[in-house]
């Protein structure tokens, strides 16, 4: 089964269209990056996943997406989608508690009362977003202290608490250092083994890195999608081999 | 370039002096009071009803001083819970802007309205048509709608201030607006609510005209009772000096009102600083 297919896919704010009619399949548990000029329309994809792209009122679509065989709009318990398809955000964001709330944020919220459950949930989410060894014997402290790098963890942490099955991210690594990056694309990597990823990148050797396909978008339209080495190495549009070039941007 | 370093510490330098002008005339207004007032309070001034002929230029301001935390604290339980609400609906949940712009017109009219027309609006709806009388209903009902915009207003920008970062990201887990309001939202906004609370408070604790034709009386037990007429600290200093009672007991008056509203500020920092030490843990 495709982890995430969108199907004649169409969105707008007010009349200004972002993305036209997109056919997409995201293959379940690889990475795929989706690259292209700024203002292309890559968040809007992503969050029209997720459907947080509707709490902007001007917002509209047409056409579908689907997550695991079923439609997202038809799931009338839109917190559901939201749940099952996490999305990272470009600034990391830590909420105003402690390193322990932050993770503990979504499962406490969906009814988790056993201490038991909610450690293992804390330890194994700190683990896999490779921030347990650092943070492990001050986690009550808050995280308002941890760095840019640790935060963007922390927010993937948090993202996977509620059990995602598609994890989404919106240039997660643009306002952090070279190191943090690394960091961030190895446990990428490592989460790739359970879940679908689909991350937003403006930096190419990223997507070169640790992508399994690339989607090149193009003023709101899908130029090219491949394998990543293919689509960069021998693209077959003439647009794509011009962007991965450099030559725009 | 020297011209324009110039120019900085002009600007500097003046805004300074405003800050220390203002500093000065508050200074100025508390040693006054501290002069004219403070060798008349004493612990018989505080405790005790006033007596002497005409009344007021002997005895205490007991009565008073219960009269306004009276009429301060029953304007806060009326207006604060609407004024939250108002606010939370305005900051949180409306979906239709035309609606919302609409209500914070009319929160910004209502903050326009003399107080005395809310004194005279409550006196005619209150005192007469519902036969409460002068009281303290009467009073602190006037004054919760005095205070209620600068409340509802506060409110919804402290509201407001809070980084729209958390609601998306708890949005993006898919937990409920509700429950990011009350484990994320107002805790956060909970020093600027204070704030604002405070603010109401001291405007409410020295507004006379609202209270003038609703609750106050020359003379009264301030026993908490809603349907009979209150003492007020400030209406009191008001009778004093317009009767020429007594200027002293008037400059003492002024100086306990003055010395209230800095035990609510002191109060209300103190509990500002609690709820921050449990909302960093």
């Not at chain 2, 929160?107 to 006196?123: K, N, R």
Request: with cysteine.
């Amino acid at each position: 089964m495709n982890a995430v297919e969108l199907i004649n896919f169409n969105s707008q704010y007010s009349r200004n269209k972002v993305l036209r009619n997109i056919n997409l399949i995201f293959a379940p548990n690889a990475i795929t990056a989706i690259i292209g000029p700024s203002g292309c329309g890559k968040t809007t994809l992503l969050r029209s996943i997720n459907r947080t792209a509707e709490m902007e009122s001007s917002y509209k679509n047409q056409g579908d997406i689907k997550v695991l065989g079923q439609s997202v709009f038809t799931i009338k318990d839109v917190s559901r989608v939201r749940r099952q398809v996490g999305l990272v955000y470009q600034t990391p964001i830590a909420l105003p508690f402690s390193i322990k709330e932050n993770v503990l944020f979504g499962p406490k919220y969906y009814g988790e009362k056993k201490p038991a459950n909610l450690n293992f949930i804390l330890e194994d989410c700190l683990q896999k977003a490779a921030l347990w060894d650092e943070v492990k014997d001050r986690l009550d402290k808050p995280a308002s202290q941890l760095s840019g790098g640790q935060k963007q963890r922390l927010a993937i942490a948090r993202t996977l608490a509620v059990k995602p099955q598609v994890l989404l991210l919106d240039e997660p690594c643009s306002s952090l250092d070279p190191a943090s990056t690394g960091l961030i694309e190895e446990l990428l990597q490592s989460l790739a083994h359970e879940l679908t990823i689909i991350i937003v990148t403006h930096n190419l050797f990223q997507a070169r890195r640790i992508a399994n396909e690339t989607v090149f978008i193009l003023d709101g339209e899908v130029i090219e999608k491949g394998p990543t080495e293919t689509l960069f190495t021998s693209p077959v549009s003439e647009k794509t081999k011009n962007f991965t070039a450099g030559l725009f941007g | 370039m020297r011209l324009r370093n110039f120019f900085d510490s002009l600007l500097i330098g003046i805004l300074w002096l405003s800050g220390l002008f203002i500093l000065l005339i508050l200074l100025a207004i508390i040693v006054y009071l501290v002069w004219r007032g403070g060798p008349f309070v004493s612990m018989e001034f505080l405790l005790t009803s006033p007596k002497g002929l005409p009344l007021g230029s002997e005895g205490g301001v007991f009565p008073a001083i219960k009269g306004t935390l009276w009429l301060i604290g029953l304007a806060l339980a009326w207006s604060l819970l609407p004024a939250l609400a108002t606010a939370i609906y305005l900051s949180e949940y409306h979906d239709n802007s035309r609606i919302a712009t609409l209500i914070n017109l009319l929160i910004q009219s209502m903050a326009g309205v003399p107080s005395i027309v809310i004194g005279l609006f409550v006196y005619a709806l209150g005192v007469v048509a519902l036969g409460w009388g002068i009281s303290l209903l009467a009073g602190s009902l006037a004054l919760a709608i005095m205070i209620f915009p600068v409340l509802a207003i506060s409110s919804r920008d402290a509201l407001q201030a809070i980084d729209q970062d958390y609601r998306l990201v708890a949005t993006s887990l898919g937990v409920g607006n509700s429950y990011t309001l009350l484990r994320i939202v107002l805790p956060q906004a909970v020093p600027g609510i204070l704030a604002g609370i405070l603010l109401a408070t001291g405007y409410a604790a020295g507004a006379t005209a609202p209270i003038m034709v609703t609750a106050a009386a020359i003379i009264a037990n301030s026993s908490g009772v809603l349907l009979e007429p209150v003492m007020a600290l400030p209406y009191h200093l008001y009778i004093l000096f317009n009767e020429h009672i007594s200027l002293d007991q008037a400059y003492a008056t002024a100086l306990v009102l003055v010395g209230l509203l800095l035990i609510i500020n002191f109060l209300a920092l103190w509990l500002q600083r609690l709820s921050e030490r449990t909302n960093a843990q």
